[in-house]
């Protein structure tokens, strides 16, 4: 390390972690560094993580992309919300969308008017004042209208389904322009000052040293620095969400073209689809000690909507996160740092928080611990609070048709995830803590579509009658959807603005 300061940036790995922190290291701290990447074609990549969230804006706005050329070069569609089948009970469907519900009511949230409406019998779902969710059943799409900011328009909040593969190649070119050194190989070995443990430098298969002051873990669950080299360890939460493996596999698109994923509950797991504009992306997530890898492929493959285009492939992980995600000069970032189930589509962003994060805290003079110790509480505490919220979705169900379910609905929770449902199903509360990605929308939308049902309501509504709450719920209704139904379709809307070549 340099006594005076940090001069070389090593990035090891070119997934979607390694390409991502490229390219926002190089936009944000321009050539005072030297930047090297270090991937491996032999390894190559863990291939998925294709759906994302509205914060994705963050990282593509921080990068100056062009989101329509993006989406051309990834074969990327728009993703409104998530669907869920099956999960609170064999049957159900619900969306969780993207973006605001209702309308601006004061000190009390719409939902509690909606409640109290629900509560007398006079509406019935929830779907019908969301304009992000009319738009998903009604399958339409177009980007939020700013300039009339009393539109439900306004409101409108998308993300992107697109392929892993083509995102990290698009990354790869705009960092390379950019002044980013890639290095093909594979790295044998690492070395460490025996002074301190700080990583000195790696080796690669063909003799070849390449030193660096910050090291950048982006190696995939591997953790070659973090966790081979560094033994920083792993806190394991296989015992809130049980599912251990993953089966990827293509198929062919059908119509229509729908803006949402879909995850579909099945045994002992969920099936995801992930429509992109060439194909549509699936997977089965299960947990292998309820179920063969066999059945699972067999469930898989019967519930395609197109013909397969390769065959399926296993993927095997732990849930978790490191004891540290930044240990001595290395920061993990990416698979590297840990892992939760792509249910609500968040690692992706946990990338994106984690390179944002380095930037904020970033070592100018030297290493700080009081910076490390920062960098690793805000970290944990969001990897939390992600993991609570994907945890609920296993645990608020009533399906009891399988081991894996009873055990599910039975286990117990994390006491921040209990108090979270304790306050909603008594009179529908949420409090939003400390910046967590998921705020009241998309807690209630969740809440509710798994089958928690609220005893009350919050008293200030009843300051209002029952009549003016039936009519402010009937004239959103009424506005939303006239206004989805003048929306495009998807399928339109991507071929008039984002059409990709063909794959
Ligand atoms: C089943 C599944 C589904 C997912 N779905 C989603 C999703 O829908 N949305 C979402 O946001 N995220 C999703 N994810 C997560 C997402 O895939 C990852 O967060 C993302 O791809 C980042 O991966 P990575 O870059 O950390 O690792 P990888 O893609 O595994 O990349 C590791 C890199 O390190 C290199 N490397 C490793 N060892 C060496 C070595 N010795 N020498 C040289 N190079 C080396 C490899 O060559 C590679 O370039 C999913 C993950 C899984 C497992």
């Not at 001069?7 to 321009?30: E, F, N, P, Q």
């Not at 007398?120 to 019908?128: I, K, N, Q, S, W």
């Not at 039975?410 to 409090?431: H, Y």
Request: glycine letters at 8%.
């Amino acid at each position: 390390m340099h006594e005076n300061g940090l001069k070389k940036i090593l990035i090891v790995g070119g997934g979607t972690a390694g390409w991502m922190t490229a390219a926002v290291l190089l936009h944000s701290l321009g050539r005072q560094y030297r930047i090297q990447l270090i991937e491996s074609d032999e390894i190559g990549t863990v291939g998925v993580g294709e759906a994302t969230i509205p914060s994705i804006m963050k990282f593509t706005s921080l990068i100056g992309l062009d989101e329509d050329e993006f989406m051309r070069r990834t074969q990327a569609t728009f993703k409104l919300g998530i669907q869920f089948r099956n999960w609170g009970a064999q049957g159900d469907s619900y969306i969780h969308g993207f973006g605001s519900m209702g309308r601006k009511t004061g000190l009390v949230d719409f939902h509690h008017y909606w409640l109290k409406a629900w509560q007398a019998g006079r509406v019935d779902r929830l779907d019908d004042y969301s304009i992000n969710l009319l738009a998903c059943e009604k399958n339409r799409f177009m980007r939020a209208r700013t300039d009339n900011p009393g539109s439900p328009l306004a409101d409108i909040r998308h993300a992107f389904h697109f392929d892993a593969g083509l995102f990290a190649r698009y990354l790869r070119e705009h960092s390379e322009k950019l002044g980013v050194t890639r290095t093909e190989g594979r790295i044998a070995s690492v070395q460490t000052h025996a002074e301190n443990g700080f990583v000195a430098s790696v080796t690669m298969d063909d003799g070849s040293v390449h030193e660096a002051d910050l090291f950048i873990d982006c190696s995939g669950f591997r953790g070659l620095l973090i966790e081979q080299t560094l033994k920083t360890g792993y806190d394991d939460w296989s015992h809130w969400l049980p599912c251990d493996s993953a089966l990827a596999v293509p198929c062919e698109s059908v119509s229509p073209l729908l803006p949402y994923t879909r995850a579909t509950a099945h045994g002992a797991g969920w099936q995801w689809r992930i429509p992109l504009q060439s194909r549509i992306g699936n997977g089965h997530v299960f947990c292998s000690r309820f179920m063969s890898q066999d059945e699972a492929t067999a469930i898989l493959m019967n519930n395609l909507d197109g013909p397969a285009l390769a065959e399926p492939r296993l993927i095997r992980f732990v849930t978790g996160k490191r004891k540290k995600f930044w240990n001595k000069n290395v920061v993990a970032i990416g698979l590297a740092s840990g892992f939760i189930e792509p249910l609500e589509s968040t690692s992706i962003h946990l990338i994106q928080q984690g390179i944002v994060r380095l930037v904020e805290l970033f070592p100018t003079g030297g290493f700080e611990q009081a910076d490390i110790d920062e960098y690793n509480q805000q970290s944990a505490t969001e990897f939390e609070q992600v993991r609570d919220f994907i945890v609920l979705h296993y645990h608020a169900t009533q399906r009891d048709d399988t081991a894996f379910w009873n055990h599910c609905r039975s286990m117990d929770v994390p006491e921040t995830l209990k108090r979270k449902m304790a306050l909603f199903a008594a009179n529908g509360r949420f409090f939003h803590q400390n910046d967590e990605l998921f705020g009241e929308t998309s807690w209630v939308q969740v809440m509710f579509g798994q089958g928690i049902r609220p005893r009350g309501y919050h008293p200030l509504v009843d300051n209002t009658g029952e009549e003016p709450i039936h009519k402010m719920l009937a004239n959103v209704k009424t506005v939303m959807h006239a206004v989805v139904d003048r929306m495009p379709l998807h399928a339109q809307y991507v071929a008039e603005h984002c059409k990709a070549p063909p794959a």
